[in-house]
């Protein structure tokens, strides 16, 4: 089973920044897929950024210009750098693995962007 930890969730203002952090623990499958999804009030969860085993980047059409998807592989980490932040992207923000074998889900890191 893989653990998932985020972190970097914070109060911002419109415009402003942040970088937030998925720490895995456990043993990675060489075939996965990571991401990044985000819950608000009263909304279903969606998908926000997508990243798999072999590179690919899936985002949702909200976050294209203005976020990105990263890892690193030997920190086993996965990353969301969020830029122009708009105060509809205030939401919980969860990190999910996905293999064959697992589907797991850190326990989320409040992004809330006002001024």
């Known amino acids: 089973q893989v653990q998932l930890v985020e972190s970097g969730g914070d109060l911002v203002q419109p415009g402003g920044s942040l970088r937030l952090s998925c720490a895995a623990s456990g043993v990675i499958s060489s075939i996965y897929s990571m991401g990044w999804y985000r819950q608000a009030p009263e909304k279903e969860r969606e998908l926000v950024a997508q990243l798999t085993s072999f590179g690919l980047t899936t985002y949702a059409d909200s976050a294209k210009g203005r976020f990105t998807i990263s890892r690193d592989n030997a920190k086993k980490t996965l990353y969301l750098q969020m830029n122009s932040l708009k105060p509809e992207d205030t939401a919980v923000y969860y990190c999910?693995?996905?293999?064959?074998?697992?589907?797991?889900w850190g326990q989320g890191t409040q992004v809330t962007v006002s001024s």
């Open positions: 999910n693995y996905r293999s064959t074998m697992n589907n797991s």
